[in-house]
């Protein structure tokens, strides 16, 4: 099992910035990419980025390219997603998700990922 636990979503004005953090624990060693997906209300939830756990491969929506960046720190078990330039519509529950199946690329399904964090408010203001 693999235990997800999402911080630093809030409340910001458009243009603003604001990270991500997820946490994880438990047995993380299986893991092989690790990814932000968010909903928001009324619409199903989507793919925003992922990252592997080794190596420096990622993945962006093309809604986000160029202005979220996902990291990892292997030390700490955590992945953050750095969101600048934010608009209303980035406004979404965004939750954590980790996948310990191997892929040939970097999964970006939501049926791809086992195991998922409890979800993180991020509400932008026009």
């Known amino acids: 099992q693999v235990q997800l636990v999402e911080s630093g979503g809030g409340l910001v004005q458009a243009g603003g910035s604001l990270r991500l953090a997820c946490a994880a624990s438990g047995r993380t060693f299986g893991t092989f990419a690790m990814g932000w997906f968010r909903q928001a209300p009324g619409k199903e939830r989507e793919f925003v980025a992922a990252i592997r756990w080794s190596g420096s491969s990622t993945d962006y929506a093309d809604s986000v390219k160029g202005r979220f960046t996902i990291s990892r720190d292997n030390a700490k078990n955590t992945v953050y997603l750095q969101m600048n330039s934010l608009k209303p519509e980035d406004t979404a529950v965004y939750y954590c998700?980790?996948?310990?199946?191997?892929?040939?690329?970097?999964?970006?399904?939501?049926?791809?990922?086992?195991?998922w964090g409890q979800g993180t408010q991020v509400t932008v203001s026009s």
């Open positions: 998700a980790a996948s310990q199946t191997y892929y040939i690329g970097i999964p970006h399904r939501s049926s791809q990922y086992d195991y």
